[in-house]
């Protein structure tokens, strides 16, 4: 049995020019407007605040959790183990506070 010679399949490189080519042109009412950067520094900068508020609200749940355990808790152990988590949950509370002051200082000096 004698085998086929297979020819090996070759990727062609498609060029940006040929890919702009093939997208369909639309009319210019239908074309989106384009969002000044203004608009997208604001949108960024709103959901970095949300963002770093929700962070806060969470690590707040979070060290009052930890403080009501300790508080409730009877043995060494667990004693120990909330007391620690109540202060790391205070520092990333107390970290988040100042990235949060920062971005209201950035944007109110932009305005």
Do not use: W
């Not at 963002?51 to 969470?58: A, Q, R």
């Not at 205070?90 to 944007?107: C, K, N, P, Q, S």
Request: no cysteine; aromatic share 10%; hydrophobic share 50%.
């Amino acid at each position: 049995m004698v085998k086929k010679k297979v020819k090996k399949k070759t990727i062609r490189k498609v060029s940006k020019k040929v890919i702009k080519s093939k997208v369909k042109k639309t009319k210019s009412r239908s074309v989106p407007k384009k969002i000044s950067k203004s608009r997208r520094v604001i949108r960024r900068k709103s959901n970095k605040l949300r963002v770093v508020l929700k962070n806060i609200v969470f690590f707040a749940i979070l060290f009052i959790l930890s403080v009501v355990l300790y508080f409730a808790s009877s043995k060494e152990l667990f004693l120990g183990l909330f007391y620690m988590l109540a202060i790391l949950f205070g520092f990333i509370i107390i970290a988040l506070l100042i990235v949060l002051f920062i971005f209201l200082i950035l944007r109110s000096s932009r305005k």
